[in-house]
């Protein structure tokens, strides 16, 4: 394992840094849920103080409203970045939309007294993000060998947990330690430019996708850039078989198409895989945990757990448990149960715990101001920390990373942009709809992600194929766009063209 880590370490780095904007997103989402809880946020933006979680009717539409319009932007922003992503690389485009970022959140962190100014803020950032969760994935799945792409590909989910958490933690520290006043919410909100920042001075010092290289046509930077990802000469084996490999990839989708055309996408192996990654994502937001991520304090207060301080404790416990159990599953679960094992039975975890705390909170509802938490309230809190475990194990991670890899080459931006766009279009929807729903029809709003987890098992089950440790050039393989003859053959022909090559330019006369 630690010559494994080793020889993959630029890898490794490379995640580092790409995945700066996956906690970004992490902790952008994570960080108003609980700053719009502060007293000090509703005293400078005239919001009733009075009431904890979604009782009052503004609250909860301001806080759909915060939120809300951070997912509108990055929908926006994903549907972008995958045109950016193919014309400008990966690299630059990444660059970009971190500097888009940097500009929403200190246009944020510069707001006093005017929501719009916060609502604008959360659109321009949301950009930023929604871009770079469009490209991120691409890019560090296109660098990840396959024998530890899920693990490492995965962590875009652990990154995304770490920012949530930092943010659920440090809010519940502001509200302790620094009086109500502008300061208390500012602090929080503006600490996110230091990961911005460190991930567009990264970005500088990394190369760009082989496999964006080779798809352009530049075969010898395409050399470099793998070389030095994998830690070989370029001349080794090992580069030369994986170079043919995406070149013989490549050149077969070309001789299917002229140029990338929506009737690609439409060719039966792409469609299956465009389909397949549109449900996976929109099933992962009905899961309900971005009800719970982005709404944390509130929906801890609904359930019982009524002082903001207390709502704010059991967010950030809530975080860690997700940091925690998404690190285990990336590195035990993942590359040894496989993809499609960890979604039936996380979707089925995740059903059973919802519909426990539907039936607890209607049984037993929580007294309103009361000082001490009841044992149905104590109750349902572990019930969300269990259901949490069960996301974080499965529905967290594994989408990221199997949209990541199902795509061929010429297509993969625009498929992972499309499932970035509908990851975003309905976390809007559910961000929306969640402070209306619990304020409205209150534990039948448990009962109703309960019945979405089912549906997505069902899914699951008939329509998820197995990637564990496959080439992202066997993916056309397993979807059936060629067979392994097919492919074998052409590897072969390109190998046998590249040594031939090689021979006259070791026989051609020196100058």
């Avoid at 109750?379 to 594994?398: D, H, Q, R, T």
């Avoid at 998820?464 to 496959?470: A, G």
């Amino acid at each position: 394992m630690p010559s494994l880590f080793f020889k993959n370490r630029r890898v490794y780095l490379l995640t580092s840094v790409a995945y700066m904007g996956s906690l970004l997103f992490g902790y952008d989402t994570g960080v108003m849920g609980s700053v719009l809880a502060l007293k000090a946020f509703k005293k400078d933006f005239g919001l009733p103080t009075e009431s904890t979680g979604f009782a009052n009717a503004r609250n909860a539409y301001v806080s759909s409203n915060v939120v809300s319009l951070l997912t509108a932007g990055c929908f926006f922003g994903a549907i972008a970045a995958a045109f950016l992503n193919e014309r400008f690389g990966r690299r630059y485009s990444l660059m970009g939309f971190a500097l888009v970022f940097l500009v929403g959140a200190s246009v944020q962190t510069a707001a006093h007294h005017h929501l719009g100014m916060i609502y604008g803020g959360r659109v321009i950032a949301g950009l930023g993000i929604g871009g770079m969760s469009s490209i991120t994935p691409v890019y560090v799945s296109e660098n990840c060998p396959p024998k530890v792409r899920g693990r490492i590909a995965g962590l875009f989910q652990e990154f995304l947990v770490v920012g949530s958490t930092f943010a659920y933690w440090l809010d519940y520290g502001v509200s302790l330690h620094i009086p109500v006043s502008t300061r208390q919410w500012r602090i929080p909100v503006a600490i996110q430019l230091i990961p911005g920042g460190f991930m567009l001075i990264g970005l500088c010092f990394l190369k760009e996708s082989p496999r964006w290289l080779m798809k352009q046509g530049r075969h010898d930077e395409a050399a470099a850039s793998l070389a030095h990802i994998r830690c070989e000469e370029p001349g080794s084996e090992e580069v030369v078989k994986e170079l043919a490999e995406i070149r013989a990839a490549i050149e077969e989708e070309l001789n299917a198409t002229e140029g990338v055309t929506w009737k690609e996408c439409l060719l039966p192996g792409n469609r299956y895989r465009f389909l397949t990654g549109f449900c996976l994502m929109f099933w992962q937001q009905f899961s309900g945990t971005n009800s719970i991520g982005y709404y944390a304090p509130q929906i801890f207060q609904t359930v019982g757990v009524s002082k903001s301080s207390a709502s704010l404790f059991a967010t950030g416990v809530y975080g860690t448990v997700k940091v925690v159990t998404t690190g285990l599953f990336l590195i035990l679960g993942i590359d040894r149960f496989g993809r499609r094992k960890s979604l039936l039975a996380g979707a089925a975890w995740m059903a059973t715990m919802m519909f426990i705390i539907g039936a607890v909170l209607a049984t037993h509802p929580p007294v309103v101001k009361s000082d001490t938490v009841s044992s149905a309230s104590i109750a349902m809190v572990v019930m969300i920390y269990l259901y949490v475990i069960g996301y974080s194990a499965s529905w967290g991670p594994v989408p990221w990373v199997y949209l990541s890899e199902i795509f061929p080459t010429r297509l993969r931006a625009y498929g992972v942009g499309m499932g970035a766009a509908t990851q975003w279009l309905f976390n809007f929807v559910i961000t929306k709809i969640t402070p209306e729903a619990v304020n409205h029809i209150g534990w039948r709003t448990f009962l109703m992600f309960g019945i979405f987890c089912v549906s997505m098992g069902i899914f699951a089950f008939f329509f998820i194929k197995e990637t564990r440790r496959l080439k992202l050039e066997d993916m056309d393989i397993l979807f059936g766009r060629v067979t392994a003859e097919q492919r074998a053959e052409d590897v072969e022909r390109t190998l046998a063209v590249e040594k031939k090559g090689a021979i006259h330019l070791e026989e051609a006369p020196k100058a």
